[in-house]
């Protein structure tokens, strides 16, 4: 059976399509603290523009590779989501990997962002900035054990959402335009 797709051949473009009907319908259910929290479909699209005009204001080009490392959680299907509206490449990482794979896999691939979850992952990524030319920042979603990793390299999510708000109010028509120009084939 084929679904009609009406132009929405891109997961970003699914995304601003389901906005754009249901804003107020539940797209996401993630537990917190043992609560169910729901996002909607305005929500969910807000945080993946404001992540991926985030990654473009840290300089993503078109066809860089983004790494996401960590649990099943909203920030890695956003993330995803926001890297491709970017025009980057997503690469997902198993969060239980060894410092050695992830340098070997960040290395070959050229990856030049990271979307970490949590202190643990970042204390696996953060020391590869200096041995891997192409890499430059490593954005975490958890700040818990944070305050010991003193670096330019490392960006808390919530700081990256703030980039993209900034940037959506200078150019307010770039993320929509960004999404409507990318191919579904490609």
Excluded: C
């Amino acid at each position: 059976m084929r679904v009609a797709l009406d132009g929405a051949d891109t997961l970003p473009k699914l995304l601003a399509r389901n906005a754009a009907a249901t804003p107020a319908g539940v797209a996401l259910r993630q537990k917190i603290h043992g609560l169910w929290k729901e996002t909607d479909w305005a929500g969910y699209e807000e945080a993946v523009r404001e992540m991926a005009l985030g990654l473009l204001d840290l300089g993503l080009q078109a066809g860089d590779v983004v790494a996401v490392v960590g649990d099943n959680r909203a920030y890695w299907l956003q993330g995803e989501i926001a890297i491709h509206a970017a025009g980057g490449l997503s690469l997902g990482l198993y969060r239980d990997s060894l410092e050695d794979e992830i340098a070997w896999i960040l290395e070959h691939t050229g990856a030049t962002l990271v979307i970490a979850e949590d202190e643990e992952q970042v204390d696996k990524i953060l020391p590869l900035v200096g041995r891997l030319p192409r890499l430059r920042f490593v954005v975490y979603a958890d700040p818990r054990g944070m305050h010991k990793h003193d670096s330019p390299h490392r960006v808390p999510l919530e700081r990256l959402r703030e980039l993209g708000r900034h940037r959506h109010r200078r150019a307010p028509r770039e993320y929509a335009a960004r999404v409507a120009a990318r191919p579904g084939d490609e």
